[in-house]
């Protein structure tokens, strides 16, 4: 009886001392950030304390760097909390004195606790020269892996495709060159080198993602503000030639099939320069342009719904009609969200980090759904 009651308790106890640990989150994303090579490491959330874990890289020769006494964690509503104290860094004006480029300084900032039910924070340096911010700091350890994963495949996309580039402009001349001394070596050149070289490149892509973060973190902003407005203007054009050339996708499956990769490849860019204008300074005009992209994207899937519909009422349901039309429904419902998001962002008062969490939160909708089709569509259609 007494093994009875005391098991329980036992598990109780270690139920609710566990829930009193800290939790910590792992390299959190945020919106902004000032210094380049600055990161945050960890940040530990206990009911005594508030723990930033910091590592800075220094890049100059004799670089310095100090943390001021008024660093403060900002909540959502205004209201902010003051540092309490500093480790392994000296408190202004005293400084750390680098010995040369690429060392880096770990150090600790401890704040009182947060409050309850705070999702995101901002860390403000105040001083009077080059200071020190994180705007936007995700304090959901789920939502900073989800945002983190878009991230990671959208400058892997990036690196694979500049690869990919260098290596055409490669074999071009080195084909080139070969045939200037009567050599055809454009088969061979093909088979073994090319084939070999496209293996290799989302390794080498996955590669220069993990040893030079802060080139990919500059480049994969820049490509998104370039391209945004870019392939905007290029669907807008695309639409107009449409009408004018009088292709519709009601009756030309093939016409259809590419209708619906454009829709797909748009909506690919849309969450792709939502993720990375988080870190654009100049997010007003990126928000902007994508505002108008997201609803120019929604005519274009409410066009291939409507083609769907058409074509399942001519020719019937196949297991092909249905997945590429909940397919069309999941991503037409995915931008409904997000125009709404961008629509608050440019005429009311929210952040953009609120695209970003609507964003990572559909994503476990998309992977349900190709779940669904992988594994129950060939028992629900009998397929062998």
Not at 134 to 143: C, H, K, Q
Not at 336 to 360: A, E, M, P, Q, W
Request: aromatic share 12%; charged share 15%; proline share 4%.
């Amino acid at each position: 009886m007494i093994k009875k009651i005391i098991l329980p308790a036992v598990i109780l106890f270690l139920l609710f001392t566990g829930s009193l640990k800290a939790q910590t989150i792992i390299s959190p994303n945020y919106s902004l950030k000032s210094h380049e090579t600055l990161n945050i490491i960890k940040i530990e959330i206990g009911s005594e304390a508030t723990i930033f874990y910091l590592r800075i890289e220094n890049k100059i020769e004799k670089g310095t760097f100090c943390a001021d006494k008024n660093i403060f964690v900002f909540y959502p509503d205004g209201m902010r909390s003051k540092l309490v104290s500093s480790t392994g860094i000296p408190v202004c004006p005293d400084t750390h004195q680098f010995k040369s480029p690429g060392e880096s300084l770990e150090f600790v900032l401890t704040f009182p606790p947060l409050k309850k039910g705070t999702e995101w924070i901002d860390l403000i340096e105040e001083c009077s020269e080059n200071c020190f911010s994180f705007y936007g700091i995700s304090l959901d350890n789920d939502l900073n892996k989800r945002i983190g994963y878009i991230r990671f495949n959208g400058d892997l996309v990036i690196i694979y495709g500049l690869i990919a580039i260098a290596g055409g402009l490669l074999t071009a001349i080195t084909i080139g060159l070969f045939d200037s001394i009567g050599l055809n070596i454009g088969k061979f050149y093909s088979e073994y080198i090319v084939i070999s070289g496209a293996a290799a490149a989302p390794v080498v892509a996955a590669f220069i993602y993990e040893k030079f973060p802060a080139l990919v973190s500059k480049t994969a902003p820049l490509l998104a503000t370039i391209f945004s407005p870019l392939v905007l203007v290029t669907l807008v054009i695309f639409l107009v030639t449409i009408l004018a050339a009088g292709k519709d996708p009601y009756n030309d499956r093939d016409f259809l099939l590419i209708f619906n990769a454009m829709l797909l490849g748009v909506m690919g860019i849309v969450i792709f320069s939502v993720s990375e204008t988080s870190v654009i300074r100049n997010k007003k005009f990126n928000a902007i342009v994508l505002l108008v992209l997201s609803v120019i994207t929604i005519v274009v899937d409410l066009i291939a719904l409507s083609a769907i519909f058409y074509r399942l009422g001519e020719y019937g349901l196949t297991p092909n009609r249905l997945a590429v039309l909940i397919s069309n429904i999941l991503v037409l419902i995915n931008l409904i969200l997000i125009t709404k998001d961008l629509f608050r962002i440019n005429f009311g008062r929210k952040d953009f980090r609120t695209v970003g969490i609507t964003v990572s939160k559909f994503l476990p909708v998309y992977l349900i759904w190709i779940v669904i089709v992988v594994f129950s569509f060939p028992f629900i259609f009998g397929m062998k």
